[in-house]
Each structure stands twice: as C-alpha cells, then as structure tokens.
C-alpha cells in the first residue's frame, strides 16, 4: 500500500520544506488557513479525532494567547476600536496578532506531523553520508524527549503512593529521578557504542529506502506545487497587508492558482492516506 508514511525520506523531506516554507513566510490569512486544515486533516487521520483533539486544545491556547496579546504591545494601525488609559487598541493589531497566532498553530502542527511520520533511520538516512555525527546526535535527541516523558510519567505513577497529596514534591521527585536515569542510560550507551568501536574508523552505509517511481511523481508535484505559489507570491498576487490598514489584494487567476496549487500541496498526504484507507476498506469488504 502507497500511504504518506512509506515514501522516501528524502521525498518526505521535500514536501515538509516545501510547505513549511511557504507557511513560515506569508501572511495571507487563506494560504495559512489552508496550511492548518492540510496539517490537521492528516493529524485526524492517523491519530483519530478525540486524540487529536486533546493535543488541538492547547494548540488554540497559543492562537488566543498571541491574538489577546499582540494589541496590548502594539498599538500600529489606524482603525481603533477602544482605548485603554489612552492607549489604543486597534483593528490592525488584533488581526496581526490572529494571523501571527494562525502561522504558529500550522508550523506547530506541520512540525508534529513531521515528527510523526520521521524517525531516527530516516534522519540517519538523509543527513549519515555528509553529516554522521550531527544525524546521529540529532536522532538521538528525538528519541531521547518522548524516552524521558515515559520514564517521567512511569516515575510519577510510581511515587504517588508515597508521597501522599503533596503534588509539588511528587513532580520535583520524580522530574528528578527521571533526570537520574536518563543521565545513567546515556553513560551506558555511551560506553556500548565504544565498545562496539564507533569512532575508531569510518562507518558503511545501509539504505533500505529505494527511490521509486511513487516517489519520483510525489517529488515533482510536490516541488511543481510550490514553483507555482512562489510565482504568485513573488508577483504579489497573494499579499495580504496589516499596517497601516489592511489591505487584501484583489482575486485574480494567478492568484487563485496559487492558492488552489497550495490546497493540493496542503492535502496531499491527507488525499494520499484517504484514498489508500478507502482501498483498504473496500479490499476488506469483498472477502
């Protein structure tokens, strides 16, 4: 089955720069609407829809953080709707804010994706041949945080019998004795991947990820994708401007190519997983 999860790294790669290029640097609030839903249509896919909503919640906490807080820092624009001890609390702001909160929420969720479909194998697989110590190092950290968050929660269930209701001493003890372990397991693997003699010569290189057909079209259209919403972003056809007064650029043909090419780029691995599930259900139905 062809899911998102088995292309190539390197495809996977260029999809992931791909899009989060483009979401990292506009501020058209339809290209990051897009980039969300994309994002978080996949997320539902693979996590299903109450996990994803547990994660989703802390998510808009942020959205609504920046939203609230940007207008009491920054008071640019020329539409003021209240003032504050004289202070002006403008229209510009607000939205600024909104879509500076709607930029950080679709990173963040692209980010978990990535997170989600990369592994350590795959980052060793890209970066091993040109960058081997900072590939290692780097997988090593990936696994290293979710390690230390089991063996924190392990900890935790573990000292709650001992430590009655006193929340605070039951966190800083078992934050402390996870740091303890975690410190241990790293001096034992240090010492095992001396023994196995890493260093001492340089390394062969495995790959088990072959660079197929699948991958090759993924790759085109995914680079095909943002060729096109470059173009309409570097002639303009998507700006959206904040200050002084918020100003929409008018609907044109580039411009709705470029926001229909970054709808498919954004939903690409959604479309992908939807449509290898419905095969799936259906292969299942004719037994």
């Known amino acids: 089955m ?3 999860n088995s292309f190539n790294p390197l495809a996977q790669l260029i999809y992931f720069v791909s899009v989060l290029l483009v979401s990292m640097f506009t501020w058209n609030y339809i290209i990051l609407l897009l980039s969300l839903f994309g994002a978080a249509a996949y997320s539902v896919l693979q996590k299903g829809f109450k996990l994803f909503l547990k994660s989703f919640f802390g998510y808009v ?17 020329v539409t003021p709707l209240i003032f504050i001890n004289d202070i002006p609390i403008t229209l510009e702001a607000i939205v600024y804010g909104a879509v500076l909160g709607l930029m950080l929420l679709s990173v963040i969720l692209w980010f978990s994706v990535f997170n989600s479909v990369f592994d ?4 060793i697989y890209i970066f091993g041949r040109f960058l081997p110590r900072l590939a290692l190092l780097f997988s090593m950290v990936l696994h290293f945080v979710p390690k230390f968050i089991l063996v924190f929660k392990r900890t935790l269930a573990a000292q709650s019998d001992f430590c009655g ?14 740091v303890s372990v975690m410190l241990e397991g790293s001096v ?38 943002l060729t096109t919403v470059l173009f309409a972003l570097a002639t303009c ?10 100003e ?5 043909i580039l411009s709705v190519i470029g926001m229909s090419a970054f709808g498919v780029l954004s939903f690409m691995p959604f479309i992908i997983e939807l449509k290898e599930e419905l095969v799936w259900k259906f292969s299942l139905s004719k037994i």
Request: net charge positive; glycine share 6%; charged share 20%.
């Open 2 to 4: 062809l899911r998102f």
């Open 61 to 77: 906490l942020i959205f609504l953080l920046v939203t609230i807080t940007n207008p009491l820092f920054s008071h640019k624009g």
């Open 120 to 123: 350590s194998e795959k980052l």
């Open 165 to 178: 209701k006193n929340k605070f001493k039951q966190y800083i003890g078992a934050f402390s004795a996870s």
């Open 188 to 225: 034992q693997t240090a010492d095992s991947m001396s023994a196995r003699g890493y260093g001492v010569k340089k390394r062969s290189f495995y790959c088990r990820f072959p660079f197929t057909k699948a991958d090759t079209v993924f790759t085109v259209l995914s680079l095909g994708m």
């Open 237 to 246: 056809q998507l700006d959206f401007l904040i200050y002084p007064h918020i």
């Open 248 to 252: 929409m650029c008018d609907i044109t």
